[in-house]
């Protein structure tokens, strides 16, 4: 099966610094998602993305198919970013992801 | 945006005894939903793809008989850990995908389920 390996795993910040966050797949994909999983576990999408760049305020992700990567760009980090970051790509009809290990963030004020 | 809901978002069950975890779409139909298991400090792993109308298909490892799962509509899957263990203690969470939307491939994740065995 695909293999998607994030970097880092963890990335302490000072608020306000800029930070990039990376994803590597194996194979070809059909989608790729970035989502965060906030301290309550709920996942919330941030960008489904499997080939181009979209930007959401201070957030903005790449994703370079051909290459096989992916880019998450925070900008302007506040405590609020905090949580783990996990990138999700699927490769079948069904939409059955595979998701990397994630990483964990903490934003310090 | 697609909407969905689980219930309930915590359980504690004793040993021996089956829990069932509700996954809704609350606007819009689901044909295919996903059932994911997340163990504390780890990734989301997949357990099973939820087809309305039809068998569930259960990923390489998963026991199907200890994790039925029934799709009965549109908006509405269901997962039930029967004679559950302490060792099936975990965060389960729910997804799913409208067939319909312009992003074919996206999508959306539930709350979660915390569930615990004593």
């Known amino acids: 099966g695909i293999q998607v390996e994030q970097s880092p795993p963890d990335l302490i910040l000072q608020e306000g610094a800029n930070s990039t966050l990376r994803c590597n797949f194996s194979d070809s994909v059909n989608n790729l ?6 301290p309550w576990g709920q996942l919330i999408n941030l960008f489904y993305i ?36 996990f990138c999700a ?11 990397g290990a994630g990483t964990q963030v903490v934003v310090t004020p | 945006g697609a909407v969905v809901s689980q219930h ?4 504690i069950c004793k040993s021996g005894t089956s829990v069932k975890i509700e996954c809704r779409s609350l ?28 068998k569930a298909t259960y990923e390489q490892g998963v026991e199907k008989d200890k994790f ?5 509509s549109l908006t509405l899957s269901t997962l039930t850990v029967t004679s ?24 959306y994740f539930g709350p979660g ?6």
């Not at chain 1, 998602?33 to 906030?38: D, I, K, L, S, V």
């Not at chain 2, 559950?84 to 999508?107: G, K, M, N, V, W």
């Open chain 2, 27 to 54: 606007d819009f139909q689901a044909t295919t939903m996903f059932w994911y298991r997340q163990f504390p400090k780890q990734s989301l792993m997949l357990m099973a793809t939820s087809n309305e109308g039809s």
């Open chain 1, 33 to 38: 998602q970035w989502f965060h999983q906030n």
């Open chain 2, 68 to 72: 039925l799962i029934n799709h009965a």
């Open chain 1, 89 to 99: 790509v699927t490769t079948d009809s069904w939409g059955k992801f595979q998701f």
């Open chain 1, 50 to 85: 499997p080939s181009g760049t979209k930007q959401n305020g201070r957030l903005s992700a790449t994703t370079v198919a051909t290459e096989r990567y992916s880019l998450l760009y925070i900008s302007s980090s506040q405590t609020t970013d905090s949580g783990v970051y």
């Open chain 2, 8 to 11: 309930p978002s915590r359980v």
């Open chain 2, 84 to 107: 559950a263990h302490p060792e099936d203690s975990s965060f389960y969470i729910c997804s799913a995908r409208d067939p319909t939307a312009e992003l074919y491939y996206e999508q």
């Open chain 2, 113 to 118: 389920t915390r569930l615990t065995v004593t």
